[in-house]
């Protein structure tokens, strides 16, 4: 059986691609692939819990027990679920010394075991650093956890992101073959070639490609919230991101979300290509160009 894993990150179109894969996941299950993603392995099959909680937890003796029985009952096996990495919450997302996702290791290793063992091929889509931070501090204002970008950050400069480090560490987990990587924004050119890799042989092509999901707030719609929230600190967090973003949407010309200054863009983009270069260059990584 093959064992493929793709993780994400976190706002590099992974629900698109997910929820892309769920709309033929019978066909798919006709085809020898069990898949699994979010909307199973937060429920259904208790990934989230296991990973949240100790080894040897109920939640992880049931997935043992579930990817046993697909491993049995399919020919291959694909997971995907963005959360292996770590969440995106300001405690979780860096360590302390400025390691991104510093807890994927573990919890990849713990993934891969409860799978039943490797080798796995890992699939990881990468970012622009600027639009990775804004795109993961947006998606924390939604939760209600944060209303500033600089506080969110912590210190951190948001035009670097160590995808070299992240990719390096990953390697290094036991049961791991290989790593596939590209960039989020080669995204639309590279879907029909990450399908046909993903998904058994001459099912690609039947994937129908559905509307952007998880769309984000737009710059408008930011200073409204930020205004709102300075003026009634009791406000409900949740609820004004859901206001912002029926009010200012993307759909009626508002502008994306851009919180950080030009220069800081390009420093971002200078970092992030050598960052691709250096990933190129690693033994075990594939990178995908269009």
């Known amino acids: 059986m093959a064992l493929s894993i793709h993780l994400g990150a976190h ?6 691609l997910q929820y892309s894969l769920r709309q033929v996941r019978d066909r798919l299950a006709q085809a020898g692939l069990f898949y699994a993603d979010p909307g199973t392995l937060r429920d259904v099959l208790p990934l989230s819990q296991a990973l949240a909680r100790g080894e040897g937890c109920p939640a992880e003796l049931s997935c043992r027990r579930q990817f046993q029985a697909a491993r ?3 020919a291959d096996l694909l997971i995907s679920e963005e959360n292996i990495l770590g969440g995106t919450h300001r405690s979780k997302i860096y360590s302390q010394r400025g390691t991104l996702y510093p807890r994927a290791p573990h919890r990849l290793r713990r993934v891969i075991d409860m ?5 796995a091929t890992l699939y990881l889509a990468l970012r622009d650093p600027a639009g990775f931070h804004v795109s993961a501090f947006a998606l924390q204002l939604s939760e209600g956890n944060e209303i500033e970008l600089d506080a969110y950050m912590g210190g951190r400069d948001p035009a670097r992101a160590p995808w070299s480090g992240l990719v390096k560490r990953l390697m290094q987990v036991e049961g791991v073959g ?10 639309a050119a590279l879907r029909p070639e990450l399908l046909a890799r993903l998904l058994p042989e001459g099912m690609a092509g039947s994937v129908p490609e559905p509307e952007p999901r998880n769309v984000s ?25 859901r206001q912002a973003r029926q009010k200012f949407p993307r759909r009626k010309g508002h502008p994306r979300l851009r919180l950080l200054d030009e220069a800081a863009h390009e420093r971002s983009a200078g970092f992030y290509r050598a960052e691709i270069e250096a990933l190129a260059r690693m033994p075990g990584v594939e990178l995908l160009l269009p």
């Open 11 to 16: 706002k590099t179109a992974s629900t698109h």
């Open 72 to 74: 049995e009952g399919f």
């Open 115 to 119: 799978a039943g063992g490797g080798p």
């Open 178 to 187: 290989r790593i596939v990587v590209w960039r989020y924004e080669d995204y």
């Open 217 to 241: 707030i737009t710059q408008p719609g930011y200073d409204w919230f930020v205004a709102q929230a300075m003026a009634d600190n009791q406000a409900d967090l949740r609820d004004l991101f």
